[in-house]
């Protein structure tokens, strides 16, 4: 189909937030591909502005509104239509269908939506509200994500959309809603399709990849097959044998044995889980409604570093959740001493409109004692990446060339299995896109730096 308005035909597409919304980008832009508009590489030369939301967080949706601020001037002297796309607030909505900054706005489900969206527009005919009515099943599998022209190696491909736990801190469960996983085959198609056209690395992605399943039929046999996410990694492992694969995010309630062995057999699968913890203290674990405890979750990284000894674990904390006092917050230190993360990503707490915490919880960490917290976890957790930088010294590590180094073209960057950056000089005989193998020399907090072996 193609579009039938001449007023909108430009648009361009912003990201707020996390890489679920570079994957949900690449879907949108897809949608309207195929729908005969054109993508804009620049705001200043487009019809339509789409800002691809992410509401997890405060900060990602100040920056939004800032951004829609800043964006005023375009709004006023151009007819260009606004659109925030992805995962926003009830509250957000109101906030700026009231200031009247955004023309339209579409949730996770509807992407495919969004051509029809702009033709009512462009009429200038209303939208009726059956038009959104809830479509529980949508996972974009019949979508094949943009990619543009620039050689990249690397792709994120979303493989459950949603997610079922009730974090009582998190809005992902009302913006994203429940969760669905994607046929294993497509998932497949595509990790070939990207393979065939260059890619090397794709990282599967899920707010909780672990609890991946899908049901496949059999007619014939009259039996249901369950694949679950230790069956998909197998099958993506043997399928497509050259390509790295990664994913996130892993939960240490769901995460199981078997997914542990499987990444375990296949040199392709990366050695690298990225286990949120939250927080140290059982308290507020249970606050957070995060069905382990600290016992729990430090015998699942045990059961990691026994089964897959090279692997590396990275984070997410959050300090300053509702009735953290001093002794929950030494809990997350002493929990980070005993683990000593390779990296992590930090956070303090910021009640989300119509959460449970936001409900029901006292948000009653002050904001200068959030701040130390949070000042003091990141400065741990340098002492314990700077730690384990330390480990892969004068090792010789198999690195995926990504592309130029930023601050000296000489170099190349690329990832070891654990997910960390290396720099390294650069050789006419190689290009982007190969593996080579490289002798780690020194450190810094982030980057090992080392010399082709
Ligand atoms: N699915 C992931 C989390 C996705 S959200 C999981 O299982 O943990 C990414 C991170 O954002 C979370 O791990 C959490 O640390 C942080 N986050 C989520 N809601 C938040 C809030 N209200 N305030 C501050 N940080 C938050
Ligand atoms: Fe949010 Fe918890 Fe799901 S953090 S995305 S509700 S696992």
Redesign the pocket.
């Known amino acids: 189909m193609k579009s039938k308005n001449n007023l909108y035909k430009y648009f361009y597409i912003e990201n707020y937030g996390?890489q679920m919304n570079v994957s949900d980008s690449e879907i949108i832009t897809s949608i309207l591909l195929n729908h005969g508009f054109f993508l804009s590489e620049k705001i200043e030369t487009t019809d339509i502005v789409l800002l691809n939301a992410c509401s997890?967080?405060?900060k990602a949706e100040l920056s939004l509104t800032r951004k829609l601020e800043q964006l005023k001037f375009l709004k006023k002297k151009n007819k260009i239509l606004f659109g925030i796309t992805g995962c926003f607030s009830k509250k957000l909505k109101e906030f700026f269908l009231k200031e009247k900054k955004v023309d339209f706005f579409v949730e996770p489900d509807f992407y495919k939506k969004i051509p029809n969206i702009i033709q009512y527009i462009s009429n200038d005919k209303i939208i009726p509200p059956s038009f959104f009515s809830k479509n529980r099943k949508e996972t974009y599998e019949d979508i094949i994500p943009f990619s543009d022209n620039k050689k990249k190696i690397t792709k994120f491909l979303s493989i459950t959309r949603g997610?079922n736990?009730m974090?009582t801190?998190?809005?992902?469960p009302f913006t994203r809603g429940r969760e669905k996983s994607s046929n294993p085959y497509s998932i497949i198609k595509e990790c070939k399709r990207l393979y065939k056209i260059g890619y090397k690395e794709i990282t599967l992605l899920g707010?909780?990849v672990d609890s991946y399943q899908y049901i496949i039929k059999n007619k014939s046999i009259k039996k249901d097959m369950m694949v679950k996410f230790s069956d998909l990694l197998s099958l993506l492992a043997t399928e497509v044998p050259f390509m790295r694969i990664r994913f996130s995010?892993?939960?240490p309630h769901d995460m199981s044995e078997s997914v542990l062995n499987v990444i375990s057999k296949y040199p392709n699968i990366c050695k690298h889980i990225h286990l949120?913890v939250?927080s140290g203290s059982n308290k507020i674990l249970k606050l957070m409604n995060r069905k382990y405890s600290r016992e729990k979750y430090i015998n699942l990284i045990e059961k990691i570093r026994n089964i897959i000894p090279e692997c590396s674990i990275s984070h997410?904390?959050?300090t300053g959740f509702c009735g953290e006092n001093e002794k929950d917050h030494q809990d997350t230190i002493s929990l980070m001493n005993e683990i000593k993360y390779n990296y992590g990503?930090m956070?303090?707490?910021?009640?989300?409109p119509g959460?449970f915490?936001y409900k029901k919880l006292k948000d009653d960490v002050p904001k200068h004692i959030k701040k130390e917290r949070l000042k003091e976890i990141i400065d741990l957790q340098r002492e314990h990446s700077l730690f384990r930088m330390k480990e892969f010294i004068g090792k010789t590590q198999e690195i995926l060339i990504e592309g130029i180094s930023k601050r000296n073209n000489k170099n190349w960057y690329g990832r070891n299995t654990q997910n960390i950056i290396v720099v390294f000089p650069k050789k006419n005989f190689l290009s982007i896109g190969d593996t080579i193998n490289v002798k780690i020399l020194n450190n810094t907090s982030a980057t090992l730096i080392g010399e082709i072996d």
């Open positions: 996390c997890i967080r405060e997610c736990n974090c801190f998190c809005i992902v707010q909780n995010t892993s939960n949120p939250q997410d904390i959050m990503y956070f303090s707490y910021s009640p989300r959460t915490s």
